[in-house]
């Protein structure tokens, strides 16, 4: 396997006037990881993908694709990759399998036999019109066409925001695991980079992720390593610990307590934190690894720690 990450971003800065929608972002992303792009709206998640694509000029800073820069050798980064985007649109007239075709038409390699399986999955027609599907038709549509090609790199903003509840288990837990599976069987590592809302549902397949917060990194952590962390620490008393500050505590990132009960969240040093609250005498104390999800959601609690 290559050590050249798939993904290379140094110092990227892009502005829109005087607003800095990305502003100093690094992340690397090596060969065959699921990468996690995790932000709040207008965190800079789709500006960053769109600098990558060379859709965007970064206004300073610099990015690699493969090794390459994707302004100066765009054909060749983008033969390589597939891209589904958060919004997608086709040509209205076309039909499911002229949609594919044409896309198909672009590429050096088509997977026929995954788009017959994934268009039986999905229960799309193929002879229906474009511009009679419904938005999560067409996001079917575009990961079909995203998956076929089987690129070496998927960029994936959003990608399951417009499918149902059964779908979206299915395209993750089954076409995510078989197009990685299936590189590896190949000799061939194949990256996704994901940006979601969704983690709870990526949670599985999540191997590293960056948090971004007003265009910069935040949080950048290998997820294993993350869920040893950070941990969720509970303690129940006989009577309210009135006059204990929790805070105090080195690690504590933030808690909350509900009459005899306290919840702890832990920035390291989960096994310290639980002996001391041992010393208060609980009648009951449990401690657990946070979910990427609950991550993301204390990852406020860090930019005010910080």
């Not at 193929?126 to 990961?143: E, F, H, I, V, Y």
């Not at 989960?270 to 609250?277: G, M, R």
């Amino acid at each position: 396997m290559s050590d050249t990450p798939v993904i290379q971003i140094q110092n990227l800065t892009r502005r829109y006037g005087k607003l800095d929608a990305v502003n100093g972002l690094n992340l690397s992303v090596r060969p065959g990881r699921c990468y996690g792009f995790f932000g709040r709206n207008g965190a800079g998640k789709t500006t960053t993908i769109k600098c990558l694509l060379n859709l965007l000029r970064p206004t300073s800073g610099s990015i690699s694709v493969f090794g390459m820069d994707p302004q100066r050798h765009e054909v060749a980064v983008k033969s390589r990759l597939s891209y589904v985007p958060d919004a997608v649109a086709f040509y209205p007239w076309m039909t499911v399998r002229d949609t594919l075709d044409y896309f198909a038409s672009f590429r050096a390699h088509w997977n026929q036999e995954i788009q017959d399986d994934l268009l039986a999955r999905f229960q799309l027609n193929p002879n229906q019109k474009a511009g009679s599907m419904s938005k999560g038709q067409k996001t079917q549509l575009a990961l079909i066409g995203a998956v076929c090609p089987e690129p070496e790199l998927l960029l994936l903003d959003e990608p399951t925001s417009g499918l149902d509840p059964i779908v979206r288990r299915e395209f993750i837990e089954t076409v995510i695991g078989a197009y990685q599976s299936g590189g590896e069987s190949a000799g061939k590592p194949r990256t996704i980079f994901v940006s979601t809302h969704l983690i709870s549902e990526f949670e599985g397949l999540i191997d590293e992720f960056t948090i971004i917060e007003a265009g910069r990194d935040l949080l950048t952590m290998e997820a294993d390593r993350a869920r040893i962390h950070f941990k969720k620490i509970r303690a129940r008393f006989a009577e309210a610990p009135a006059s204990t500050d929790f805070a105090a505590f080195s690690g504590v990132l933030s808690y909350r307590q509900k009459g005899r009960e306290v919840e702890i969240l832990a920035n390291g040093h989960s096994d310290a934190i639980v002996e001391k609250v041992r010393r208060l005498k609980p009648e009951e104390v449990a401690c657990e690894s946070l979910s990427l999800e609950e991550i993301f959601i204390a990852s406020k609690a860090l930019k005010q720690k910080a």
